[in-house]
């Protein structure tokens, strides 16, 4: 059987491992669609609920959100233009607001999605001890394959013992 992938979905937390997962879906797109997917987490929307009152202004949720979300499109335009301005034809990007694993899983059923990209660590030890790598969930309930990204030297094995 040989499966035409169509769509790659490349989720970015705009930490140091975007790039790399930019990088191997392009290896693996050939002439598919890359859409950039980056979530910006309910975690975070929630604790500026909590100390709004204390910005000055009075900031709205609604536009805390909506500059979170200019903020990142213009990171991820960067990123593309530096690294993958020969490919920005065949890729485009979408910001959503929610639960990172619950909003990825959406995103591939509401975009027919073929395969998901990712890295297995991004932006805090701290969110995965208390809640659980979105990384990991998305592994286990995805409905179409999920490819790894890892730096090596990162994951490097001290020993050849498992």
Do not use: W
């Not at 910005?55 to 979170?68: A, D, H, M, R």
């Amino acid at each position: 059987m040989k499966k035409k992938i169509h769509k790659i979905l490349a989720c970015v937390d705009l930490s140091d491992f975007s790039s790399m997962v930019l990088e191997y879906s392009v290896e693996l797109a050939q002439d598919s669609h890359i859409v950039i997917y980056n979530v910006i987490n309910k975690l975070d929307v929630d604790a500026f609920k909590m100390v709004r009152k204390d910005f000055p202004g009075n900031v709205s949720v609604e536009n805390f959100i909506k500059k979170l979300k200019t903020e990142r499109e213009r990171l991820l335009k960067d990123l593309i233009k530096q690294h993958f301005f020969e490919q920005k034809s065949r890729m485009s990007f979408m910001i959503d607001v929610g639960v990172p694993s619950v909003q990825i899983l959406r995103t591939v059923d509401k975009e027919n999605i073929d395969l998901i990209v990712m890295a297995n660590k991004g932006r805090g030890n701290l969110e995965r001890i208390l809640f659980g790598s979105a990384a990991e969930k998305v592994f286990r309930h995805s409905p179409v394959p999920v490819v790894s990204v890892r730096d090596r030297k990162i994951f490097k094995r001290e020993n050849s013992s498992c």
